[in-house]
Every structure is written in structure tokens, then in C-alpha cells.
């Protein structure tokens, strides 16, 4: 069973064993603390295809995503100006200003990056802001029940995680009236109404305090609960029936567990479905930040359409790793899973990589009926229309290189026949996604230039490969137009076999004389396609 379907079926037999009609919630966040990392995408792509397997199976529910700016600015990334931030530093990101006018401040502007990614990606949960959340009094209750809960909610972090908080500790941050951090404050002497605050000049280390002591309220947006303990009460206010998280929030003693104990015992709620799951690596390492190339989820998103992109964090089980290397293989390999699913699915469609094919194309959310009484979304997905021919994306990759060449001539060569209009747009999208990647990210291998002159490697070849090549330069010779690739291909065998040459040799040759490297294509198809006088006169130089 596709691993969707299965969490969705355990899900459903944990909340709705008797076909009950509740909504489920499935939530997910991220702290906008800047350009967001492709890893969280998994995050994103998880909760949403466990939210679309839900609908299928007919099983109502609601896609929650909170991007988090109520969190404190607690750095400041390479990318923007030291001097212009460095004061806002300790201050809730929603109160940080926009980086430029396109929001209203520095929380929004990056939240508006990665939503544009998730929606690209083709999902589309209802989106909402933590500072709403505490500003609208949503999370008043629950401050209120962790104010009067703190002693428990010390024991608990004491007993499950080992964490000593001092006696008097309350479990919340408050916003500084006088300078308007978070980040450098405490509150004790809760008296059900307000708690005392003092911003110490030295409570965290990237920032000062203002040296603030009264008292004020907690509620109303005034002050925000820890994250543990914020974890398990949002839950709770959400009406969350499943969230996961990364593995290492699932471990003994790590923070779901704290949220889970936090949840039952202080805010009486029970824990949602957890859906732990591996990283998202980024050329085998796992990234905390956007400040390395290629990591950030806008730069990963951009290299590739959006079926690809969802393959590439929807491919794999949620306790199977994935690592992503846009400067190696990870591209080109895509697109050969790709292939191979929608050639498996013209076979069969009723198995795991049938199921996988068809959530790795966006789907159109719509209700299942005109009113939406039963809150269940139906997914209608967009696939290829059977018979699509998908050319190698390796090869595409190749031949955008080579402007003597007619793209979609060469194409209907490997086709072996016209391309119909579902093949044109898939073969567009190909070459303008190959392009992209040849420009900004492709390994050496997958880079070809004609060379207009001899390169400088080829002019070292040994007397027994300029004998090859004279030889083949006497058969292009003598026909009035240029061979085949297979003609070319049968006359290079019978030259390796008549001077018993190696066929790295031979064949690297040729490489080096026109490319200038010792690999790329076949090289029979590849000489066919050249101009006859270009070749002899290349061939002529480099046997001279």
C-alpha cells in the first residue's frame, strides 16, 4: 500500500472507527526566520498528501499550514544588511521590518516566497499566521491553563526530558513594552490576571534587554507560550487530529513527547496522529538555513515542474531520507522514475507505483458535493494522456546543446513518429527545465560544446588513433551524404575489431576532436547529425 493510503488508513481507523462524519485536522508550520529550506518542504508535502489521501478515502478533512511569526528574530542571514537588522534582533518577526515593500513586515515577505512554493507545488492548505492566532485572543485559554499548569508543566519537562526550570519559572515569553523584544524576557508572579516582566540586558547573547520591570497582562498578542509547551496548545486550539515532525522531535525524551505529556495533563487534550519522518538532504548533508546555494525550497523549486518536484519528496517513504544534489544525478534521475511510472502505469494502474504516479501530479481540489456538508474533497489529477512520449530528459539535456540540431526532429527520430501536441508541450517543458539546469547547477558530464576549433586535448592522440579516424574520415568521404548514426556506429565497430583498438580509445577520440572531453552521446548518432564538411575538415585536423 502507497505509505499515503496506509497513514490514511491507520488514521482513519484511530478516529473514525465506526465511519464517523468530524473533520480531521491535519496542521504543519514553519517559522518564517528567513528564505525558507527546501527540508521543510518534506514537512509540507507529507501532511498534504496524507490530507489528499484522506479525501480518497472519503474521510473529511481540513489542511491547516501556519507560518510562525511570532518566534523571535534570533539572527540575522548573510543575505541581508547586519547594520539595518541588528537593533530589530530579539523582537517577534512579525514586528521586524520587510526586508522591501512588498510586505507588510519581515515575517510576511519570506512567508510569501515559500507559500508561492507550496502552491506551485500543487498544494493549497488553509494558510494562517501565529501572531493572529494570539493577537485575536485565540490563545488566551490555553496561556491562561499554562499559567495556572506551570508547576506540572516544569515536572514534566524535569521527568520526561530532564530540563530543570527554576521554581517561579511560567512558561511564556512577553513582548517588551518599552523596547519590543521577546527574546529577553521573563515573567513570574502570575496573579490570574498579569505577570510581572523584567528584560534583562543579558539573557540571551545576540541581543540586550532594555532592563524593563512591571507587570502587564499575558493575553491578547502581550506574551507567547514556549514552544513545548506552544506545541501542545496549539494542537488544542487548532483541533488537531495529525501532525508529524521531523525524527528528531520523536525521539525518547524529545520535544514530541514533552508536547504530547503537556497536551494530556495541562491543556486535556489528546495528542494528534504523529507522522515522524526522515530529513531532506541537500547533496547529503541536512539544512538549517537557506544561506548555502541550492538549498533554499524557491531555488529547488524552480529547477523542476511541479510533477518532478512532487516525485522528488513524494518518491520515497516517510522514514527513507532523501537526498537531493542538484549539481550531480539527482535531476536526470528523476526524470527516468518519472518515465518508468507512467510506462508501468499504462500497464497497471492499481499497484503502489500507480498510486505514487498519480499523487505526484497536482490535484484539483473540489467538494464532493455543491454544498460541502460532508467536508470530503475529491482530487481530480491531470495525467498524461496514454501513449505520451517522454524523450530521456539526459538526452533533451544534450541536445538543447547543440544549436546545429532541430530539437523536435531529433525527437521525432527517437520517436519514430510525429509528436502529437501532448508530446510538443511535454518536450517544451523539458528543454526549458534542461536549459535552466545546464545554466545554473548541471555536473560537467552533462555539459556539451561543439568545439568550433580543434580542441587543444585532441592535437596528443597516439599514431593508432589517428589511423582510426583516417579511416573513418576515408568512409564519410565517400558518400555523397553523411551515414547514419547506426552506419557510423557498424563502420567504427569494424575499425575497433580490424586495428584492435580499445573502444575508450577509439571512441574517446572522437570525443576529444569535436567535443573536447573523452565522453558524451553515442557518438554514431551524434556524428550523423553534423554538417559532412564540418566533420572531414575536423577529421582531416586532427589526423594531420
Same mark, same amino acid.
Given at each position: 500500500?502507497?505509505?499515503?493510503?496506509?497513514?490514511?488508513?491507520?488514521?482513519?481507523?484511530?478516529?473514525?472507527?465506526?465511519?464517523?462524519?468530524?473533520?480531521?485536522?491535519?496542521?504543519?508550520?514553519?517559522?518564517?526566520?528567513?528564505?525558507?529550506?527546501?527540508?521543510?518542504?518534506?514537512?509540507?508535502?507529507?501532511?498534504?498528501?496524507?490530507?489528499?489521501?484522506?479525501?480518497?478515502?472519503?474521510?473529511?478533512?481540513?489542511?491547516?499550514?501556519?507560518?510562525?511569526?511570532?518566534?523571535?528574530?534570533?539572527?540575522?542571514?548573510?543575505?541581508?544588511?547586519?547594520?539595518?537588522?541588528?537593533?530589530?534582533?530579539?523582537?517577534?518577526?512579525?514586528?521586524?521590518?520587510?526586508?522591501?515593500?512588498?510586505?507588510?513586515?519581515?515575517?510576511?515577505?519570506?512567508?510569501?516566497?515559500?507559500?508561492?512554493?507550496?502552491?506551485?507545488?500543487?498544494?493549497?492548505?488553509?494558510?494562517?499566521?501565529?501572531?493572529?492566532?494570539?493577537?485575536?485572543?485565540?490563545?488566551?485559554g490555553v496561556i491562561r491553563e499554562a499559567l495556572e499548569g506551570a508547576d506540572a508543566i516544569r515536572r514534566i519537562q524535569k521527568e520526561v526530558s530532564g530540563s530543570d526550570k527554576k521554581e517561579g519559572w511560567l512558561p511564556i515569553s512577553v513582548v517588551c513594552p518599552q523596547c519590543g523584544k521577546i527574546a529577553t524576557?521573563?515573567?513570574?508572579?502570575?496573579?490570574?490576571?498579569?505577570?510581572?516582566?523584567?528584560?534583562?540586558?543579558?539573557?540571551?547573547?545576540?541581543?540586550?534587554?532594555?532592563?524593563?520591570?512591571?507587570?502587564?497582562?499575558?493575553?491578547?498578542?502581550?506574551?507567547?507560550?514556549?514552544?513545548?509547551?506552544?506545541?501542545?496548545?496549539?494542537?488544542?486550539?487548532?483541533?488537531?487530529?495529525?501532525?508529524?515532525?521531523?525524527?528528531?522531535?520523536?525521539?525518547?525524551?524529545?520535544?514530541?513527547?514533552?508536547?504530547n505529556h503537556i497536551a494530556k495533563e495541562v491543556f486535556k487534550y489528546e495528542p494528534p496522529f504523529d507522522v515522524p519522518y526522515e530529513f531532506f538532504l541537500v547533496g547529503g548533508k541536512k539544512m538549517s538555513s537557506s544561506k548555502g546555494r541550492g538549498s533554499s525550497a524557491k531555488e529547488i523549486a524552480d529547477l523542476l515542474p511541479a510533477k518532478i518536484f512532487r516525485l522528488a519528496l513524494l518518491g520515497k517513504d516517510i522514514n527513507q531520507a532523501i537526498n537531493f544534489d542538484p549539481e550531480g544525478d539527482t535531476i536526470p534521475i528523476l526524470y527516468d522514475q518519472y518515465d518508468a511510472?507512467?510506462?508501468?502505469?499504462?500497464?497497471?494502474?492499481?499497484?503502489?507505483?500507480?498510486?505514487?504516479?498519480?499523487?505526484?501530479?497536482?490535484?484539483?481540489?473540489?467538494?464532493?458535493?455543491?454544498?460541502?456538508?460532508?467536508?470530503?474533497?475529491?482530487?481530480?489529477?491531470?495525467?498524461?494522456?496514454?501513449?505520451?512520449?517522454?524523450?530521456?530528459?539526459?538526452?533533451?539535456?544534450?541536445?538543447?546543446?547543440?544549436?546545429?540540431?532541430? #530539437?523536435?526532429?531529433?525527437?521525432?527520430?527517437?520517436? !519514430?513518429?510525429? *509528436?502529437?501536441?501532448? /508530446? +510538443?508541450?511535454?518536450?517544451?517543458? =523539458?528543454?526549458?527545465?534542461?536549459?535552466?539546469?545546464?545554466?545554473?547547477?548541471?555536473?560537467?558530464?552533462?555539459?556539451?560544446?561543439?568545439?568550433?576549433?580543434?580542441?587543444?586535448?585532441?592535437?596528443?592522440?597516439?599514431?593508432?588513433?589517428?589511423?582510426?579516424?583516417?579511416?573513418?574520415?576515408?568512409?564519410?568521404?565517400?558518400?555523397?551524404?553523411?551515414?547514419?548514426?547506426?552506419?557510423?556506429?557498424?563502420?567504427?565497430?569494424?575499425?575497433?575489431?580490424?586495428?584492435?583498438?580499445?573502444?575508450?580509445?577509439?571512441?574517446?577520440?572522437?570525443?576529444?576532436?569535436? #567535443?573536447?572531453?573523452?565522453?558524451?552521446?553515442?557518438? !554514431?548518432?551524434? *556524428?550523423?547529425?553534423? /554538417? +559532412?564538411?564540418?566533420?572531414?575538415? =575536423?577529421?582531416?585536423?586532427?589526423?594531420?
Amino acid at each position: 500500500m502507497f505509505w499515503a493510503d496506509r497513514l490514511a488508513k491507520e488514521i482513519r481507523e484511530r478516529f473514525q472507527p465506526l465511519g464517523g462524519s468530524e473533520a480531521l485536522v491535519v496542521r504543519d508550520e514553519k517559522t518564517v526566520s528567513g528564505r525558507v529550506h527546501i527540508g521543510s518542504m518534506r514537512g509540507v508535502a507529507i501532511h498534504g498528501a496524507v490530507h489528499e489521501a484522506l479525501g480518497d478515502a472519503r474521510v473529511a478533512g481540513v489542511f491547516r499550514y501556519e507560518f510562525n511569526d511570532f518566534d523571535p528574530m534570533d539572527d540575522i542571514p548573510a543575505y541581508l544588511d547586519r547594520a539595518t537588522y541588528e537593533p530589530h534582533l530579539g523582537k517577534p518577526l512579525c514586528r521586524v521590518p520587510s526586508p522591501d515593500a512588498s510586505a507588510k513586515n519581515y515575517g510576511e515577505y519570506f512567508a510569501q516566497e515559500f507559500k508561492g512554493v507550496i502552491e506551485g507545488a500543487g498544494w493549497h492548505p488553509e494558510f494562517y499566521w501565529a501572531s493572529e492566532l494570539y493577537r485575536s485572543g485565540a490563545m488566551d485559554g490555553v496561556i491562561r491553563e499554562a499559567l495556572e499548569g506551570a508547576d506540572a508543566i516544569r515536572r514534566i519537562q524535569k521527568e520526561v526530558s530532564g530540563s530543570d526550570k527554576k521554581e517561579g519559572w511560567l512558561p511564556i515569553s512577553v513582548v517588551c513594552p518599552q523596547c519590543g523584544k521577546i527574546a529577553t524576557t521573563d515573567a513570574t508572579n502570575f496573579d490570574g490576571a498579569t505577570v510581572e516582566v523584567n528584560c534583562y540586558e543579558t539573557k540571551v547573547l545576540y541581543t540586550k534587554g532594555c532592563g524593563f520591570n512591571g507587570r502587564m497582562s499575558p493575553f491578547g498578542g502581550n506574551s507567547k507560550l514556549f514552544w513545548k509547551a506552544e506545541w501542545g496548545a496549539k494542537w488544542k486550539v487548532c483541533s488537531v487530529k495529525v501532525e508529524g515532525a521531523g525524527k528528531d522531535h520523536s525521539t525518547k525524551g524529545g520535544s514530541r513527547e514533552v508536547a504530547n505529556h503537556i497536551a494530556k495533563e495541562v491543556f486535556k487534550y489528546e495528542p494528534p496522529f504523529d507522522v515522524p519522518y526522515e530529513f531532506f538532504l541537500v547533496g547529503g548533508k541536512k539544512m538549517s538555513s537557506s544561506k548555502g546555494r541550492g538549498s533554499s525550497a524557491k531555488e529547488i523549486a524552480d529547477l523542476l515542474p511541479a510533477k518532478i518536484f512532487r516525485l522528488a519528496l513524494l518518491g520515497k517513504d516517510i522514514n527513507q531520507a532523501i537526498n537531493f544534489d542538484p549539481e550531480g544525478d539527482t535531476i536526470p534521475i528523476l526524470y527516468d522514475q518519472y518515465d518508468a511510472l507512467a510506462a508501468g502505469y499504462q500497464k497497471v494502474q492499481d499497484d503502489d507505483y500507480a498510486r505514487l504516479f498519480e499523487f505526484v501530479h497536482p490535484a484539483e481540489d473540489a467538494s464532493r458535493s455543491p454544498s460541502a456538508e460532508d467536508g470530503v474533497s475529491v482530487h481530480v489529477r491531470h495525467l498524461p494522456p496514454a501513449g505520451t512520449f517522454f524523450p530521456r530528459f539526459s538526452q533533451v539535456a544534450f541536445l538543447v546543446q547543440m544549436p546545429h540540431l532541430s #530539437l523536435e526532429r531529433e525527437v521525432v527520430t527517437l520517436k !519514430g513518429s510525429e *509528436l502529437t501536441d501532448a /508530446d +510538443k508541450q511535454e518536450l517544451a517543458e =523539458r528543454a526549458a527545465y534542461a536549459k535552466k539546469w545546464l545554466a545554473e547547477y548541471a555536473p560537467e558530464k552533462f555539459v556539451f560544446t561543439l568545439q568550433g576549433t580543434l580542441p587543444e586535448a585532441a592535437k596528443n592522440l597516439s599514431a593508432l588513433q589517428k589511423k582510426a579516424l583516417s579511416e573513418l574520415h576515408e568512409y564519410v568521404k565517400t558518400g555523397d551524404t553523411m551515414p547514419s548514426g547506426e552506419e557510423i556506429q557498424k563502420k567504427l565497430h569494424q575499425i575497433k575489431e580490424s586495428l584492435a583498438i580499445q573502444p575508450q580509445d577509439l571512441f574517446g577520440a572522437l570525443y576529444l576532436s569535436f #567535443l573536447g572531453k573523452s565522453y558524451g552521446p553515442k557518438i !554514431g548518432w551524434f *556524428l550523423s547529425v553534423l /554538417d +559532412k564538411d564540418f566533420v572531414l575538415k =575536423r577529421l582531416q585536423e586532427v589526423t594531420a
